[in-house]
């Protein structure tokens, strides 16, 4: 059967039209894809109920109870007052929890917190009574303390509770320093140690005039956030980060009244009146393979109609009518590849689960083609094609940082190439309008 400009034209036509219709079932996809990465989501936040939540640290810090009496009640105000100095040596070993098919990364971490603490005057307790004294240590989740080896106040081995004695704070563990006589400009040491468990990240916050804060880890692969550190090494070996931090970046002041603080602005995960000059670590697992899979389904379109464009010049050159159906399964099953590779990264490593889609949609098509055209040179050069596209895409997704510029020219190149190859389309039309 000759192939007229008519159907050519509706063929081309049908190839462009039939692309975009397969964004439905990739979009389809995708939402799978977004599915399961909340599952693996609510497992890590399963994981993290179970083994510690992300630990942020704050302080330690006095709170200062005091009251004053009024003409008709008593009133009690807390004064919190932070480090002059604040040192935190750290370091955290990671691990894996295994929850079904899902994995989520936690950490154990090992916190020599030094320094001391210099009373402000004590003319701001001239209307108030001073009734107790706290030394306090905030934490987001005392489910993660494994161990407290050494809780030392001015030079004294102190018993730990739970909680802090400031609203501004959702949990943590204090002291009451009993029988203490405060007196303007007395420096008071601290020594603790303790071992702390969390997930995926750690923050450290700067309550000291001057803080340093170091953090050693074997995890290769940290992302720091807040203040970045002022020195920091990542090898094979781990990573090793420190921070120079002065009160200067924070703000809130050295010693203040809570109840200057109203609730909402309270400390919360996510928006503190704490958050300034923070020093964290995330404990970073890269880009995960979901999110991998997404970022090829948004080339989907463009490799579909490509595959079908390639499918269409051999129609031509090989003088053989490929039926309409034939384009659809050929485009259905180029679709398939996102979905056989999410049923596979999640049980095998995405470069062999990434091999198998890439061989279980090469393959067939090839086959498929060459059972078209009865020509094994087209089934060879489908395999090549997909092969290589599909290699273009692997590429793509493994380069983070130059992704999008390698992406474009590499597509680009592939289309400079159809370009080359179909110049001589019009010549084919000439050709069968003279056989007929």
Known sequence: MKLGLD????????????????????????????????LREQTVNEVSREWGDEQKIAGPFLVVECSTFTSREKVTKKLLILPE???????????????????????????????????PDEDIFRDYTIEQIYFSLGLTDNRGIEKIDSFEVDGHSMRVDSGTDSRLFDSGISTLLKDFNYSSGKVIP?????????????????????NRFEVTSP????????????TSKIDENGFTATWDITNLVRNYKQYFWEEDYKSSEMYDRDNTIFD??????????????????????????LFIMLSLLVVYIFEISGKKTTHYIQYGIVGFSLALFYLILLSLVEYL????????????VALPNALYLKGITHNIKYGIGMFAFLCGIYTILYSILRMQNYSLLIGTALITGVVYILMYVTRNLERFEKM?????
């Open 190 to 210: 601290f020594k603790i140690n303790l071992r702390l468990r969390g997930t995926q990240k750690v923050t450290l916050l700067p309550f000291g005039v001057q």
């Open 7 to 38: 159907s050519m034209t509706k063929k081309a036509i049908f190839i462009f039209i039939f692309a975009l219709v397969l964004q439905i079932p990739i979009s389809f996809i995708q939402g799978i894809v977004y599915e399961r990465r909340n």
């Open 276 to 301: 300034g000059g923070l020093a964290g670590v995330r404990f970073y697992e890269g880009i995960t393979e979901y999110d991998q899979i997404n970022r090829a389904a948004k080339y989907g379109i």
């Open 85 to 119: 100095n604040l040192n935190i040596s750290s370091s955290f070993d990671t691990s894996v929890r295994k929850r079904g098919i899902y994995n989520a990364t936690v950490y154990t971490g090992d916190l020599d917190i030094k320094g001391n603490i210099v009373l």
């Open 432 to 436: 069968d309008k003279l056989e007929k």
């Open 219 to 230: 995890w290769k692969h940290p992302s720091f956030y807040g203040m970045l550190p002022a």
């Open 349 to 360: 490593n995405f470069n062999v689960a990434y091999f198998i889609a890439t061989m279980a």
